[in-house]
Antibody
Framework: EVQLVDSGGGLVQPGGSLRLSCAAS????????MDWVRQAPGQGLEWVGR??????????EYAASVQGRFSISRDNSKNSMYLQMNSLTTEDTAVYYC??????????????WGQGTTVTVSS | DIQMTQSPSSLSASVGDRVAITCRAS??????LNWYQQKPGNAPKLLIY???SLQGGVPSRFSGSGSGTDFTLTISSLQPEDFGTYYC??????????FGQGTKVEIK
C-alpha cells in the first residue's frame, strides 16, 4: 500500500525549532518529488516547500514565508523526508502535511498525502 | 503569486442535486488546475488533475472543465459522502503552487 506517515509535531515556544518527519512506503521514494503543505487552524492550504527526486539532484525550493528558516532534507535509505523548522513564530502554527508529487505528461499534482502532524507555536 | 479565487465559499444542497464550484485564476494557467476534497480532520484527497482528468477511484459524478482563468468542478448528483471542503490548486507556477480559499459543501 502506498502510504505517507507524518510525525514530529508538538508545542514549541516562539523562536524555537522543530523537525518533522515523513515516512514513505509502497513506492520508490527516490523517484519522486516530495512537498510539504501546511494548514493553519480554520484556514486553507499553503505550499511550504519541495525536494526534487534523484534525477533532479534532490534540489529544494521554499515558499517566501519560510525561506531561510525552514530546510527540507531526505534520507532515501530510510524512505524519509524531513522538515527542519527554525525561528518559529506563531504564524507557523498549523497542521503540516507531506505529499507525493506525481507527473502525468507536463501536469503535476499531489496524489498521496500524509495524515498530517500538528505544530503549535506558543509561549 | 497567482491568486486563486473560489465561489461560492460555502453551499448547502440536497442529495441528488447538481453542484458546481468555480475557481478563477488571477492570470492564465492554461490547464494546470487540480481539485482536492478535504473532510474534517483528514488530509486533502486528489479528485481531478489537469482540469478534467479523474484520479483513480474517484466516482464519475465528479467532473472538471475550463481553461485559461476560469474553471468549474461539477458534482452531477450529490451524495451524502460528498460533504467537505473543496480546493482548487494551480500548478502553473511550479513549484510555488497556490490554492483557492476553499468551498465548504454541506448536505441539507
Amino acid at each position: 500500500e502506498v502510504q505517507l506517515v507524518d510525525s514530529g509535531g508538538g508545542l514549541v515556544q516562539p523562536g524555537g525549532s522543530l523537525r518533522l518527519s515523513c515516512a514513505a512506503s509502497g513506492f520508490t521514494f527516490s523517484d519522486h518529488y516530495m512537498d510539504w503543505v501546511r494548514q493553519a487552524p480554520g484556514q486553507g492550504l499553503e505550499w511550504v516547500g519541495r525536494t526534487r527526486n534523484k534525477a533532479d539532484s534532490y534540489t529544494t525550493e521554499y515558499a517566501a514565508s519560510v525561506q531561510g528558516r525552514f530546510s527540507i532534507s531526505r534520507d532515501n535509505s530510510k524512505n524519509s523526508m524531513y522538515l527542519q523548522m527554525n525561528s518559529l513564530t506563531t504564524e507557523d502554527t498549523a497542521v503540516y502535511y507531506c505529499a507525493r508529487v506525481t507527473f502525468h505528461s507536463k501536469y503535476e499534482y499531489m496524489d498521496v498525502w500524509g495524515q498530517g502532524t500538528t505544530v503549535t507555536v506558543s509561549s | 503569486d497567482i491568486q486563486m479565487t473560489q465561489s461560492p465559499s460555502s453551499l448547502s444542497a440536497s442529495v441528488g442535486d447538481r453542484v458546481a464550484i468555480t475557481c478563477r485564476a488571477s492570470q492564465s494557467i492554461s490547464r494546470y488546475l487540480n481539485w482536492y476534497q478535504q473532510k474534517p480532520g483528514n488530509a486533502p484527497k486528489l479528485l481531478i488533475y489537469a482540469v478534467s482528468s479523474l484520479q483513480g477511484g474517484v466516482p464519475s459524478r465528479f467532473s472538471g472543465s475550463g481553461s485559461g482563468t476560469d474553471f468549474t468542478l461539477t458534482i452531477s448528483s450529490l451524495q451524502p459522502e460528498d460533504f467537505g471542503t473543496y480546493y482548487c490548486q494551480q500548478s502553473y507556477s511550479t513549484p510555488r503552487w497556490t490554492f483557492g480559499q476553499g468551498t465548504k459543501v454541506e448536505i441539507k
